[in-house]
């Protein structure tokens, strides 16, 4: 059967898909006519039409309740639908950020909990929930990084030093930040270099921030020395902490040196990430920050909820108080999977990791041969060598209805294709996915064509998405006429 995709297509003169009610208000004239458009192009088609359109459009969309989505560094989890409905219930969904405080309690109290519950989690001393994303929650403790140290007078302290296997949005925020980037080496083993970190750890250096495990997916055995490095010579440790999923219930942030840490609950606590839906980058603090944190945090005293400023907080950094939708949801999942239940999702998520490393290790190079943690970062240089690209593995998976992994991040490796399963993936689905990959490393070598002409089975074949970026143009043309 033909599906339709555009609907002005399928429209026909005089086709109508609503019926609508008698009219219970004064009808008035039409504006004036040159005040009205000669043409209105609306699409006319029926109600069936319209159904099986809107149908058919949804199917285009791939996600995390369609299939695999195995896209290293977002954790694209299954995120149960129960949580939704608890965000949606209207004590939490209608509220109104401008209502006395008495009357919010219970929204209070959640919060008070929540940031009580991501202290513990990452052994810290506090939380600020107010960041928006993970971005957002970097941004954050970098501010608080200059505040700290300007605090102490030292404003010779420009620099914080990231490790070259960095999410974007690390150096990104240090720019925004008005700060200055240095890069840590990596060493043979993907961890970072020690060596580079003492000889770069200068006065001017205000803090590092690592990845913890790293976008390698590895958790570096060395974190006691590097902490003890960087404050041994004036530096704060600040955690990316996007990779939480990865050691949620094994080991905390602050017992491991981190003067500080985001989180990203859309990766971890039950949003769903990505779609430019809200986030939350909770920023967890050790004591030396918590005066700075951003304002405002939502404090107790005697069974009654309020809210209160840190000493010397950095300010306001987002309007009111976070997204509280992501807030309610990361409360309900960390009520319903309790202290045991959270263990589980970092020892499932690592052991999905570890299984497709194993399984594929043979087929695919793999550049830092040893236990992963969330994510398994291959190489397609192997491939590569016959002629197909990291690109071409990715747009075939695509034929097998999988969503690829991330292809050409982290930066370090050649030909990356980093895959990270998540705990809520089958045994069976891992297999479908490592057979699919088994396959695709056979026709590198027998078939390339195959690889380099897919998709085949999508709606639409490769797009030019670099042009697609550079000249960004949603709208839809019929016969040159732009809609
Ligand atoms: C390691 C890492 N750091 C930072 C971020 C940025 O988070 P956000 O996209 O919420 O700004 C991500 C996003 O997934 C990430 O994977």
Redesign the pocket.
Known sequence: MREHYLLPEISRPGRIGCTLPSLDVPSSDLPPADSLREELRIPEVSEVDLVRYFTALSKLNYGVDSGFYPLG???MKYNPKWHEDVSRLPGFAALHPYQPEDSVQGALELMYRLQEYLTEVTGTNATSLVPV??????LAGLFMVKAYHEDRGDRSRKKILLTDS??G??PASVAMCGLDTGIVASDDKGDLDLKSLESMMTEEVAALTL?MPS?LGLFDPKIAEISRLVHERGGLLGG?G??LNAILGQAKFGELGFDYV?L?L??TFSTP?GGGGP?S?PLCVRENLVDFLPTPLVSEDNGRYGFVSPAKTIGKIAGFYGNFSVLVKAYAYALSLGPDGLKRISEDAVLNANYIKEKLKAYYHLPYDRTCMHEVVFSGKKQKAKGVATLDIAKRLLDYGLHPPTVYFPLIVSEALMTEPTETESRETLDNYIASMKEIAKDAEENPEILHSAPRNTPVRRLDDARAFRQLDLRWEMNGQKE
């Open positions: 560094s977002c954790t994303a993970g971005a957002h929650g970097e960095s999410h949005t690390n990845t976008t990316d996007a990779n985001q990203n859309h990766k990430h986030g980058g």
